[in-house]
Structures are given as C-alpha cells and as structure tokens.
C-alpha cells in the first residue's frame, strides 16, 4: 500500500524519486511498524527516498492521509526531508551527512542519560561520498552501538550502476576495516532484514547493514534486475512516469495487493479515480539552456583538445551525454565525490588540460569550497560550470535550491561568474570563458525549460562587467540575470507600466561578481532608481557587486536589493517564486512600494 | 645536511614544522636524489613538511642556497607549498587533496602520451580527512598504476598522538579494501624503503606504503619515541624551538655529521654563525584573543550545561585545552575531519545541546560549507568559532590565510558573523552568540598576540549591526572590524591627519555580514567619505555589506573598499600587510590619494 502511495504521489507532483523509494520501503515499513519504540528514531540519509517514507508515516498515522496529495508542495510535504514535517529528525538531500548527524545525536543522548536507538538509511551511491567514510572512524572508536546504519544497496545510482560510474569494490571488507559491525541481508525480504537486527543487536560496535534490494521493488518494468547489465541509464530514478507507465505500475501494485488481501481472506480495497491535475509541461517555445550547453561544449572541444569534461554522477542533467559520446577520452566520470572532482580537475590544469567540472550548483560550489580555492590559488584555468542554478524548480527543496553559490565563489580570486539569460548566450558567454577568460569561471546554468520574451541582438557579444539592456524605460533600472529573474522582471515592467505609472528598464547583466563601474553609471544615470534582483540570497548575490559599485562611485542613486531573504520552501515553481517574492506580481509591488 | 638545514630554516623564520620535516626526509631525499626521473613528479599532500623538502631541493641543487635565509619571507619560501617555487608541482597546505590531483595529473599524462610516475606523501593524521578515502577509489578503478603514495606514518598529528586523536584502525586493512596494492617498511630506514619501491614497482595497481617513521627524527629529544605514549602534546610540531633547544638540536646534528663523515674519509665540515635575527616577540602589553575567548568559553559553560566544545585537532591553537580539562564529558575531540565535526554538530543541536565548533578560519568555513549550511536550514542554534583569521600571520601562505571567510558564511540565512577587536570583546560577543543571538553565529578570531590602542567604554555592549566610534573625525569615516585592522585603521588615521590634513574618524563595527543601515548614516553622515577596511577579500567582505546599507538609502557618499584582491603572499606579517596595502601607511597612503 505504501508503494501505491508513493507511486501516486510522485505521479501527482510531477517529479520524485521512485526507484529508491520501492527499493528501501520494505526496511522503512518495518522500522516504523515493527522495530522502534518511542525512544528510536529513523531517517534517510540519501533523502530521496522521501515520498516512499511519507507513505510509511502516512500509513503509520504519524501524517495526515490528505498530504499524499500534496508532494512538493509549498503547503504539503517536501521534496527532500525537513524537520518542519513530523517524524523527520533531521534535514537531508545532500549526502554522505547522515552517520555525522547520527553521531552528534547519540553523544547528545548519552550526555543527557537518554536511551533511544538511531537508524540511518544511506544509498550506495552516497558511499562515494568522502564524508562518509570520514564518519565511520570515530562511531567506532567512541563505540556507538547505538547507530545502525542501513546501505539500501540497490547497486544503481543517479545515472546508471554504481559499478560503472564509481565501483565500490569490496563494500564488506571496507566497512569492517573502519570497524563497524557489518551484516548483509536481502533488503527486501523482511524476515531476513528482522532477523539480521536480531543477530547484530548485542553487538559493542556500531553496525551497518549491506542490505541488498532492487531498484524500482515492486514494480516488475521498474525494477533494475529488468534491465540489461549495461543499461546506460535507468528511467525511474528521479522525475514522474509518464501516464501509461504510471497506470500500469498502479495496476500492477493494486492487482498483487487484492491477491494478498483475498489470500488473507480480507475485502477487498476499493480505489478513488481522481482527474489528473493539468499538466505544468513545458511550452513548445521554451528554451533549454543545459541542452544549448550540450551544443556549445562539443562546439568547444572540437576545437580545443585538451578540453575535458568531469562529472559527479549528473551525466544526463549536466548535459554530458553528447560530449561523452563524442569524446569517450576526454570524459571522466568521478562518481559522487565532488572535492575529489575538483582536485583531480585542479591537477589536469597543472598539466595542461582545460578541465570543465560538471555537478549541480547547490553541491558544485560548496561541497568542494576549499578545493575549488586551492586551484585558484595556482592560478591556473578551470571551467566550472553549475546547473540547477537558482530557487526553482522548487520541487526538490533547499539541498538542492541553489541560492547561496554566488556568494561562495564570488571572492575566488581570478575567478569571473556568469549565468546565461538564454540558448544563445550559452554559448557566447562559454566561448568568453574557454577562449577570452583570463583565468577561471564559473558558470550558472538554469536547468528549467523556460518561455523567454526576449531575444539578443545579433551582433551581441559579452564584455566582461556590461549588461545589456532589453527594455527600455526612465524611472526605475532592474538589472537581474538568467532566464527566471529576465521573464519576470520583463513581466513586472509591463505590470509598473499599466498598475503604477512607472516606466522600468530591464538590464541583463550576466556577470555575476565583477560590475563595470563605467557602463553602470551610464546605464543607470538617468534612472531614478535601480533594483538589483537576486536568484540567490540578497547577502552575496549580485546585488552587492553592482552596489559595491555605485557606494565606490558616490551615485547617491537609491539601490533596492529583491532576493533571498531565508531558506526558501519546497514547492511548486509558480508557489515558491511567489513566496519568496521573485514573480512578476511580486517583484512590480515591491518596486511600487519602495519607489513609487 | 638537509636536517640541518631545515632547523636552521625554521629557526630563522621563528616558525615552520620541524617534526614532520624530519619524519619524512630521509624518504624525500631518496626519492630526489635516488630515484626520480626527470619524468617523475613527488609533493607533499599535507605540505608542512615544506622546510625539509625545501633543504633537499637546495641539496639537489633546484633552489639557490641563499633561500635557506628566507623561509617565510616575501621573497624567500613559502610556508607551505606553492607553485611559484621551483620544484613545487601542486600548491598544498589544507590536508586530503593530494591524492586527487596525483591522479589528475596522471590522467592529464596519459591523455597527453606523456610517461613519468607521481609521488605523493601524506601525513597520518590527513588520514582522517574524507577526501583522502573520497580519493582512493577511482584511482583503483581507473589502474593508476603511476601513482605511489607515501604514508609518513609518524604517529602523531598536530596536537598529539593520532591514536589518541581519532585512532586510524588497521590502516593496512583499510587501503587494502580500497583496492590498492599496500606495502609498509621503515620509513627512517632508506635501504628498507628502497628495496619497497622496487618490490611493488611492477604492481597494476596504484601503490601506498605505509612508512613507519619517528616525528622529529634525527634529533634525540624531538623524536616523539622519546615521549611517554599518554603526552598530552608534542612540542615539535609547529613553531621554532627556543634558542636552547635549538642549539642543542645543531649540535647533536653537526657532530653525527662529522663523525659520518670522518668514517667516510672525508673532511670535515666548516660551519658558519650567524647572528640571530632580532626577535619579533610580542611585546607585554599584547592582547590574546584566543587565551581570552578560553576564559570566557568556560564561563559560559558554566552557566550552560548543555554547552558543548568540538575540536579537530587543534586543541591548542583554538583555546580549548582549558575548557577540555574542566569539562571533558562536554569535550569532542573530532580529529581532522572538519565536515564530520560540523554534521555531528548539527546532530546535537537537533538534540538539545549548544554545540561550538572549532577549527582555523581557513578550513572551518570552506570545508565543511554545505554541512553549515544543512545545518542552518535546520534553524538550529550553533557556534562556530574560527581562529587564525585574516591574512596574518602571514608566514604560513594562502592556505591558512583566512580571507574568504566572510563571503563564504555570510549568505548562511540566520547566522550571524562577528569579530571581537580585543580582549574585552571577546567575552561580550560570545556572551551575546550563546544568550541573545536569534539563531546561528561564526565568530571570526585573529590569533596573533596584538598590541591594541584602543579600549572599550566600561559600559559598552554590543549591539547587532552597530559599531562603535574608538577615535574622532570629521572628514573620513573608517569603518573596520579586529585588532589588526583597527590598530592600523588608528595608526593611519594619525598619518592621515599629520601628513595630509585629513580628520579620519575609526569606527569598530564587529558585525560582519549586517549592518544597522540606521546607526551607520547618522554615524557616516558628516562626513565627505567612508573607508571600508577588511582584512579580507574586498569581495564579500563586511564591506559588501556598508555599500548595501549605503546604496539602499541612497546616500551618495563615496565609498572606498581597502582589502585583499589578489591571493596574498608568504611572508613576515609587516611584509604581508604592507604587500596587500593594509598596513598604516598603505591605509592612509589610499585614503589620501582617494579623498585628499
């Protein structure tokens, strides 16, 4: 039943993670309904396997049943844990944390003679993480029996199979060597998994539990023992069924559980048909920037041999596929390790490759901060390049909303940041970084297909710290960036145009960290006003570059900063560029408030 | 010789690591002088063993004999490895990155059809970092057969014996499970050491050996075999010895040379004295912060059980062994696993504690970046307290220098950054981190041992988002933050009004990432221009956050940001800052060229 939840309510909210949802239901509904007490907690490392875990506490009573209709959404449950939802201890989505964050509970309950177990479910892809490995030393020498780790080791990972992105060799030897009490099971026969807890139980070290399980369990077509060894990517890892799959896993799920009912000699369930809500698909005419990313990297390489691309597991939504079909030697997969990633690119560029290192941004500008730093201090060229840029899509939540990677790169010196406003920048302002840069870069990629309302000139090309203006107006200059802010505050001229009498000039600056103090004074002068419109949190954003500017210069001209003010919700795109004050309707009230 | 050189280094320079040098130089000088190729590369992953290296490149005849006078000199060596030296190949000093870029120049090789094997030396306590086993497994994957790291098994890290740190376990077992070929000898004995290499050369596998060597060496007294196994804390880790201890250390060196080279038939060596450079010993009147944050660490504990302290290995250098004493069940020693400590952190707070994280500025807010912020997207309430801040001391080059802290916490939403400008600030900005701040907070400490002169009103309380006036002015408002900013904010503020007739008001605004816009244009207003001074990268420095308040009010004053904009360099501390124009006269020189 909690598999035809799960199943529903990724179905409903349009994306979510499926496979590793049925691969570790099994375990999850047997911790909640059978193993802990009142003292014992559980949660899951890996975090996407959330909507599997909602339906086990909607089943356990501990969430209402009217959420299930209400993944990802700003008022329902979000997409990767929160501790704002009941029976979450602790926020994840971002990996390899979660022994750490287990550590720090168990010390706190010893301190405060408090007993309780902790159960932390991790992927097996998440292993690549070093941190985890960082986090077994001192469980075991502080003798923190009280940790069970589950790995839901369902041997595929984001793109494909563990094996072929990042093999994890001997898993057992490894985590015995750390010195964990190490148990193996079948994940997903629950006498065997209960009998495992059983085994281990006394045992005076923390212990871990290789529990092997299918991907996709429970769905014959989504379960990875279907596919070929050497499937280049598994269809069920993040993201919705389509229509037709999704009523044939349903049905396949409510047949084999009326079977088991009628077996146990139970009525039968009865079903709800509910009208499947409009669909949000993308328009014919939006634009897919990580694809022209795909187009103009090639472009690149094909021109530059010791151009080469690194990846972190993100094959398909980096936009590597082509490139690593095209160049299978100039691609290096690193698994899901990006300090790693980045060190490796660092000692490429010191022997003369141009490395261009690929994750989203939310983990490629911070997990390997310091990394990324100890290559710009060798002063040598790295193309970073940072997608799912930005607080939308909003589904997945605040591990993976990334609104603070200008702020920690920014000061990498050397380092130029740019984020394209559409296709064809793409590939200008990749050019200006392979061939004009002086040093390294970074650039932000929104990954939403987006309808934009505006085009560049023909004969445009980027210049370090210029913008370009794409509406004209006299009263209030917004200067923003990508296509998200771009739409909306083209949008929101139209709305101070006709509301408030107030004529706004939009400005595309795709320059993140560098501001050209002279085009800005020219540009802005005659304005009023300027606003500064950050996809980011306002601390950091681009806003501070452009006000750095204008205090240096003296203008006197008022600056009004609209951004991210605190950690944005998980929701739909519409519900959380509403909420956080970045829509059109939005960005024109605060502008009339302000200035009008 | 090299030995004896490298104390003569670390004496001059007044600081360098002499016990890891020694450890690890008779494997240095092997491989140098024995058995590379001119096609091979080594360096040194944990990069403090940079004085014995040093000495055996000059014995190699790479670097000029001359520079044995200028370890830690601007134009002499860096404290830490950088590329601008000839024989350095990567820029290291923050621990767990080597084995990542070894492999990123083997890949780098191997594209290019370019032969040559890479040696790399780790500590054994860099062990603990996530990085390093991050790092192992795609080597082992990809077969990279040319790379052989060199474990400098010394038994002890910063602060004391490893085992009593975050014991490794069975190191062997451990690598063996991550697919390398593993061989250990003595790594003190270079014939045994030898006779290894050419053991394992054949292996397809990339290569670790586990060097069991002694920590200082070559020198009786330093050699940490000398030590009972419970010491608390090594002395020869880091810093010169005393003129005592390093007479005695010359000699015992000197005469074993003699006698080895008199068995040898050769004649004996002449030694030169030199006078010893006059020591820049901090004068009586030096304020310490860090002896003052220890005090008032533990009368906040006092008064709240539920604080706790977490370390990573740098018990001494963080002020903690005070607070380890009185309370050692509210102690957690982490070892050098700096996004660990800060997940365990967040751990305890969800569960009731009050945990204050430390580690140096430099690795505390870039290593474990996405942790903090997980953590901050908790809302829970924690510490974090990073010392050795700002661009000195200068001596231990870009790795330590922590001028991108600010910009890399800033943006964290809820967190508050501060910094105390003396002794006396300490205690009421902690006291206002644990009993006032709403959330989160970093406090930013500045380890040099500062003669500071200004001090605080008797009354004085700090006040979020507001400074304090320490001198008067009318014609330029400079506004700055700790001690090293301020004595030479009032020290340019005399140059400024003797020698150009400008009156420069010095303000203290120990907030860094929020500035009360109220507070700052009545205390601004009267004057024709503001001074942002940030011992730090302008970019993302308290500065960002002046201009902010200043361009929202639209003031119109001009504003000039005095900070860091390129990777500082190694040196003396009057070297350093005179090099990034933040000492007095380069203030004043600034103010004056901007605004006279």
Redesign the interface.
């Known amino acids: 039943m909690c598999r035809l939840n799960a199943l529903y309510m990724i179905g409903r909210a349009g994306s979510g993670h499926i496979g590793s949802s049925f691969s570790s239901l099994d375990i999850v509904s047997w911790l909640l309904l059978e193993e802990m007490t009142g003292d014992d907690v559980y949660f899951s490392s890996k975090g996407h396997d959330a909507p599997g875990y909602y339906a086990a506490l909607i089943g356990a009573g501990t969430l209402d049943f009217e959420l299930t209709h209400k993944l990802r959404q700003i008022d329902g449950l979000p997409g990767h844990p929160?501790?704002g939802t009941p029976g979450m201890?602790?926020?994840?989505g971002?990996l390899?944390?979660g022994v750490?964050?287990?550590?720090?509970?168990?010390?706190?309950?010893r301190?405060?003679n408090?007993p309780g177990r902790i159960f932390v479910m991790t992927g097996d892809g998440e292993l690549?993480?070093?941190?985890?490995?960082?986090?077994l030393?001192?469980a075991?020498?502080f003798g923190l029996q009280e940790i069970t780790v589950i790995i839901d080791h369902n041997k595929l990972q984001s793109d494909t199979f563990v094996k072929n992105v990042?093999?994890?060799?001997?898993l057992e030897?490894?985590l015995?060597?750390?010195?964990w009490c190490v148990a193996r099971c079948d994940g997903n026969d629950i006498a065997a998994f209960a009998a495992t807890l059983t085994a281990i139980q006394d045992d005076p070290r923390p212990k871990v539990i290789v529990a092997d399980t299918v991907k996709g369990k429970g769905v014959s077509f989504m379960e990875h023992t279907s596919l070929d060894s050497d499937v280049a990517m598994y269809r069920f890892h993040s993201g919705a069924p389509d229509a037709s799959n999704y009523r044939a896993a349903a049905q396949e799920i409510m047949d084999r559980l009326q079977a088991n009912l009628s077996g146990a000699g139970i009525t039968a369930l009865e079903f709800e048909t509910l009208e499947r809500p409009a669909s949000a698909a993308p328009s014919e005419k939006a634009q897919r920037l990580v694809a022209a990313y795909s187009k103009a990297l090639i472009a690149q390489a094909e021109k530059h041999p010791n151009l080469?691309a690194l990846d972190a597991d993100l094959v398909l939504d980096t936009g590597l596929i082509p490139f690593r079909e095209q160049f299978p030697?100039?691609f290096?997969e690193?698994?899901i390790?990006e300090?790693?990633?980045?060190?490796?690119?660092?000692?490429?560029?010191?022997?003369?490759?141009l490395?261009i290192v690929h994750s989203f941004a939310?983990?490629l500008s911070?997990?390997p901060?310091?990394?990324i730093?100890?290559n710009?201090?060798?002063?040598t060229k790295i193309i970073y390049v940072g997608s799912l840029a930005g607080v939308v899509p909003g589904g997945p939540g605040?591990?993976h909303q990334s609104v603070?990677d200008i702020?920690?790169l920014?000061?990498?010196?050397?380092m130029t940041l740019v984020e394209p406003s559409c296709d064809a920048e793409v590939g200008l302002l990749l050019d200006w970084c392979v061939n004009e840069a002086p040093g390294s870069s970074y650039i932000r990629l929104i990954s939403l297909p987006w309808e934009i309302p505006y085009s560049l000139p023909a004969d445009y090309r980027p210049t370090n710290g210029r913008g370009l203006t794409l509406a004209e107006g006299k009263d209030v200059a917004i200067i923003a960036y990508g296509p998200v802010l771009l739409s909306n505050a083209i949008a929101a001229s139209k709305v101070l145009a006709e509301k408030h009498g107030i004529s706004a000039k939009v400005i595309n600056l795709p320059w993140l960290?560098h501001v050209d103090a002279e085009w800005l004074q020219s540009t802005v002068s005659a304005c009023k006003?300027?606003v500064c419109l950050d996809n980011?949190?306002?601390?950091?954003?681009q806003?501070?570059?452009?006000?750095?500017a204008?205090?240096?210069?003296?203008?006197?001209?008022?600056?009004?900063?609209i951004g991210i003010?605190?950690?944005p919700p998980s929701g739909t795109n519409v519900q959380v560029l509403g909420a956080v004050g970045l829509d059109a309707s939005a960005i024109a009230e605060t502008v009339a408030s302000v200035f009008g």
């Open positions: 929160d501790i201890v602790t926020n994840t971002s390899g944390m750490s964050k287990a550590k720090g509970m168990a010390i706190a309950n301190l405060k408090r690549q993480e070093g941190q985890f490995w960082e986090s030393v001192s075991a020498n990042s093999d994890l060799g001997d030897a490894k015995r060597a750390f010195g080469v030697d100039r290096v690193c698994g390790a300090q790693d990633m980045v060190s490796t690119a660092g000692g490429m560029a010191l022997n003369g490759l490395p939310c983990f911070t997990r901060n310091e990394q730093y100890n710009a201090t060798e002063k605040h591990s603070r702020s920690a920014a000061a990498m010196p050397g960290n006003a300027v980011h949190y306002v601390i950091g954003g806003g501070d570059a452009i006000a750095r204008l205090a240096e210069a003296g203008s006197g001209i008022p600056v009004k900063h003010t605190e950690v």
